[in-house]
């Protein structure tokens, strides 16, 4: 059968249906555990195929199916729990309130590293255990110590370890900084832009907008590496016609020589959210290690570099051909153009990345990205401080595939 998403208007979420949860649900208003799974698979079948539904909808059809079934006290009790949502406020270490959001604390449990099902499933269960406690207000410590503790029961110490890792580093203050590399086509900016809204990140900078605002101010004929794309700045180096010289060779000594005069503009970008103590994503094709290595003074900032990669050149090719509904025509057929500059300058990157033990994530799915990403960010956290402090891409090697 085909997934169902139960959709909540009232806070704006929308989750897998369950049996799991309806079962739970069924259970807390009065019933046995193998009549009301089995009340709530038949509900499953005779939603059949519906793509969508909304929490109003899904609660009328199970009342309903509960009236069929003579079971009146139970259907009374069901409705009794869903007359009116309960607000729990969460108190922050800051002593502000705001109200008890599923759609975040689950979104708190997949950045751990939980599947979205899960995750659903253990803030249903969280939610409903402090409604049983008839508590208006929780700490936030403590509303993380109640889901540690149900995390470790269902899905054992791992899990829980690994949510503790990443809740502390948010209760810390500690700024992150995420820097993305890759070549044209790969994702970086659809994959920035996704890892930003997950995890609450509200500043995002590409590289690509440095080299045009520096552009604007430096003439091309005093700077023309600049003024070239990154897999065709070989063209403003001098001594490039010779014959005897390398392509690839070539080609890695103008990505390197454009990819220089950014790294000042970038490090400044960095720097500014460092002050500011505001976590950053920094994505860019002149992302490269000896930029992640000037950022290595930085012990208080979790440094974490990746390299995006798409393996395949005709995905990388339809890719770039897609970008024509993205960006002008001409420059997506310029990139077609340039398509085996583009793709040997991705071995390059690649060949660097594996040589600095920087992460590398195969980008043929963004929920898997999201996770490898997460799963490179939470083993850094899990190395001892002297560690980290050595370097961002200490302990980050991974091939993701």
Not at 279 to 289: C, F, R, Y
Not at 363 to 368: A, G, L, T, V, W
Request: glycine share 6%; aromatic share 6%.
């Amino acid at each position: 059968m085909a997934k169902i998403l139960v959709i909540d208007s009232e806070r704006g979420t929308q989750v897998p249906f369950l049996r799991g949860i309806l079962t739970r649900s069924l259970q807390d208003a009065g019933m046995a555990f193998e009549e009301a799974y089995g009340q709530a698979s038949e509900i499953r079948r005779e939603l059949g195929e519906t793509a969508t539904i909304t929490t109003r909808e899904l609660r009328t059809t199970v009342l309903r199916r509960l009236r069929r079934s003579r079971r009146r006290e139970v259907a009374q009790r069901y409705r009794a729990r869903f007359g009116a949502t309960a607000a729990v406020l969460v108190e922050s270490k800051h002593g502000h309130q705001r109200a008890f959001s599923r759609a975040y604390h689950q979104g708190r449990l997949e950045s751990s590293g939980l599947q979205s099902e899960q995750a659903a499933a253990l803030t249903h269960e969280v939610y409903h255990r402090l409604l049983g406690r008839r508590e208006s207000h929780i700490d936030s410590r403590d509303l993380d110590v109640l889901t540690q503790e149900l995390l470790e029961q269902e899905q054992g110490g791992a899990a829980a370890r690994r949510y503790r890792l990443w809740t502390d580093f948010l209760h810390s203050g500690r700024p992150l900084i995420l820097l993305i590399g890759g070549t044209a086509g790969c994702g970086k900016s659809t994959t920035a832009t996704a890892i930003a809204n997950r995890l609450d990140i509200v500043r995002t900078q590409s590289t690509d907008m440095l080299r045009e605002v520096m552009r604007v101010m430096i003439p091309e004929r005093l700077l023309p590496v600049l003024h070239k794309s990154s897999f065709d700045a070989w063209t403003a180096l001098p001594g490039h016609e010779e014959p005897s010289a390398d392509p690839d060779v070539l080609l890695a000594d103008g990505y390197r020589a454009q990819a220089q005069v950014l790294a000042l503009s970038g490090e400044a970008v960095v720097q500014r959210a460092l002050r500011e103590r505001v976590s950053l994503i920094l994505e860019g094709v002149h992302m490269q290690p000896a930029f992640y290595e000037s950022l290595s003074t930085y012990a208080d900032a979790l440094v974490v570099p990746i390299m995006l990669a798409v393996l395949h050149r005709e995905e990388l090719r339809k890719r770039i051909r897609g970008r024509g509904w993205d960006v002008p025509e001409r420059r997506a057929k310029r990139y077609l153009e340039h398509f085996d500059d583009i793709w040997r300058l991705q071995a390059f990157l690649l060949t660097e990345a594996d040589r600095q033990h920087v992460a590398i994530i195969e980008n043929n799915d963004q929920e898997h990205v999201f996770q490898a990403v997460m799963r490179i960010i939470i083993d850094l956290l899990e190395q001892p401080s002297p560690e980290r402090a050595a370097g961002p891409t200490a302990g980050a090697v991974s091939l993701e595939s």
